[in-house]
């Protein structure tokens, strides 16, 4: 495995809560703002809600090689040992028959290897509401422990049940996660510690790295680290020969032979590989059309009945339960995780409230307990008009890679009535969604791109077979969000993954 491979810093104090961690470190402040505050977000900033911290800046440091362009869009990229995943959210959704339409299989076939994935890597969660939208699998650990606000909302959503559902389609259960509930291997279950956002210091949240040092104990296995591949070298059969890769440790580019080739990049950096290797030999400066990503949107509640509580600390940061707002057509059903507010830094909150200094604060302090936020996945397709290229840079002798995305007519619309619905659910639940406050992210902030080079039942050049082996080559195949042909408003990790083991099986 040839990687640029970015390494995460070994965690402070591993056995420290988010609250013992801030009195405990010698440098707090270096730790959660960063040695130059760069982790400061202040006020007038697009309304994230929260920044990486310095911990992960690895995760998205980007070697002087990958250079792009972008329209319409944001893009994120990760050259970790273990990719953008080391700053994810574990959030598992596997895709439905339907949500498969457009893939060259059906889901029978991708469904035991949702079972196999769960079971490597640990996924907590249950039979509920959820399930029908949600496919049970085999390898689910029991869920994790329940926060307080996230009880009040599903105790408020029993209550209510048959009118969310009939009225508003609404469906709410308990989110699956990729965090261990009970020991996995030598990995420990979550003890609710509350820093999952700064790195978990015991692997209970579950990051791709944790593979990647598995195959290295593996003794048939190689990793080449250190190593950015720009392209590849194939004969007049459209057979790859050699990679092209330069080592950043010393600058020199070397070639490596190759038998079978398996790109894995993640979709914007394997786009740029792939085109890279058309324009070196042939001038060719191709199009890969179909890029897709879901559209978010953020929309922060206060629930009413929590203000002036208090709230615990050690408790799991992220999401633990999910909404569905059903369509009739499955595949434009609208998806969303709900992270109700514990351990987090105040400081990219405190500044959007309409009072001084002093005020924010002890408003927020008695608020904190009732905030929450529901982030909203919409579904994508793919349209000619969204697509990866390359051009020349005019800073310097290199091509960069050309991200072109223009949302459909219809998205304002879908938006607008996804976030009513929303509204009305949310306030059925005791809770107060203000307009003014939802955010529409940017294109290409959910990180979940796809459908460049998808797979097909139809021969045809720029598309794959069922086992995501290329049409253009023979030996090369993808296994990233490439091959999607479509994507669901559901987070995508969990089915790449599925379908990277369904590849490894079927092809290989
Ligand atoms: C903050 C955040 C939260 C997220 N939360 C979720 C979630 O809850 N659920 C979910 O499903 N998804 C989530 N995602 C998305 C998820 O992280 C991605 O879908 C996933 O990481 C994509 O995996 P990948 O292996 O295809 O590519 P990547 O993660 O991009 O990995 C690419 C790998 O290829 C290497 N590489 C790239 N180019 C080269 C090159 N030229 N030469 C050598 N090596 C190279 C990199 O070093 C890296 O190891 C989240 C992402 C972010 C950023
Ligand atoms: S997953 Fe989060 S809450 Fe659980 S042990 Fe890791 S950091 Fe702590």
């Known amino acids: 495995m040839l990687d640029v491979g970015h390494k995460r810093p070994e965690p402070p104090n591993p056995g420290d809560d988010f609250t013992s961690l801030k009195t405990n470190q010698k440098d707090p402040v270096e730790y959660f703002l960063g040695r130059k505050f760069e982790a400061l977000i202040l006020p007038g900033h697009e309304p994230e809600y929260y920044g990486f911290p310095p911990s992960k800046e690895y995760v998205f440091t980007k070697p002087g090689n990958f250079l792009y362009r ?19 959210t574990g959030g598992c959704y596997p895709f439905q028959e339907r949500e498969l339409i457009g893939f060259p299989f059906p889901y029978k076939d991708l469904a035991p290897w949702y079972s196999e994935v769960a079971r490597r890597i640990g996924i907590a969660g249950t039979q509920d509401d959820l399930a029908k939208f949600m496919p ?9 422990d329940l926060d ?3 009880a009040v909302l599903l105790a408020a959503y029993e209550k209510r049940k048959q009118q969310l559902n009939e009225k508003f389609g609404c469906f709410l259960g308990r989110s699956r996660v990729a965090v261990l509930s ?27 790295s944790v593979t990647l040092e598995e195959c290295r104990r593996h003794p048939n296995f190689e990793y080449q680290d250190n190593t950015y591949v720009s392209h590849f070298r194939y004969d007049s059969g459209g057979r790859i020969t050699r990679l092209v890769a330069t080592s950043l440790d010393t600058g020199q580019t070397h070639e490596i032979e190759v038998g079978r080739v398996v790109l894995a990049a993640g979709t914007l ?11 070196r030999d042939s001038g060719e400066s191709l199009q890969l059309r179909g890029l897709m990503d879901n559209r978010q949107v953020l929309a922060p509640f206060v629930n009413l009945k929590l203000i002036g509580r208090r709230y615990e600390p050690k408790r799991y940061q992220y999401h633990q339960i999910a909404l569905t707002i059903a369509a009739a057509d499955p595949i434009e059903s609208v998806h969303g995780l709900v992270t109700t507010l514990k351990t987090a830094l105040i400081h990219p909150i405190v500044p959007g409230i309409p009072f001084d200094l002093g005020t924010g604060v002890y408003w927020f302090r008695n608020m904190r307990a009732a905030l929450g936020l529901v982030n909203v996945n919409f579904s994508d397709h793919r349209r000619d008009e969204n697509y990866l290229a390359l051009e020349a840079d005019p800073a310097s002798a290199q091509t960069r890679l050309l991200v072109n995305y223009r949302p459909d007519s219809s998205e304002a ?4 009535e996804a976030t009513r619905t929303l509204q009305k659910v949310l306030w059925k639940l005791g809770c107060l969604a203000p307009s003014a406050m939802m955010h529409i992210r940017p294109m290409g902030a959910s990180v979940h791109y796809a459908g460049t080079i998808p797979m097909s039942a139809d021969s045809a050049t720029l598309t794959c077979t069922r086992s995501c082996q290329s049409r ?17 408003a559901k987070n995508l990790t969990f089915t790449l993954m599925a379908n990277a083991v369904r590849v490894a099986e079927e092809a290989f």
Do not use: Q
Not at 70 to 88: D, I, K, Q, Y
Not at 472 to 488: A, I, K, Q, R, W
């Open 148 to 150: 307080e606000h996230s």
């Open 413 to 416: 619309a879908r938006i607008r």
């Open 136 to 144: 049970l699998h085999d390898g689910l650990m029991e869920p994790l």
């Open 269 to 279: 950096s394997s786009a740029k590989i792939f085109l890279e290797s058309i324009y």
């Open 70 to 88: 972008a329209n319409g869009f944001s893009p994120l990229v990760s050259f970790a040992a273990g990719g953008l995943a080391e700053a994810w």
């Open 472 to 488: 253009d080559f023979e030996n090369l195949y993808f296994v990233d969000g490439t091959t999607f042909p479509v994507l669901p």
């Open 182 to 208: 009970r020991d996995l291997g030598n990995r420990k279950r979550c003890d609710y510690l509350g820093r999952c956002l700064w790195g978990c210091p015991s692997d209970a949240l579950y990051t791709p």
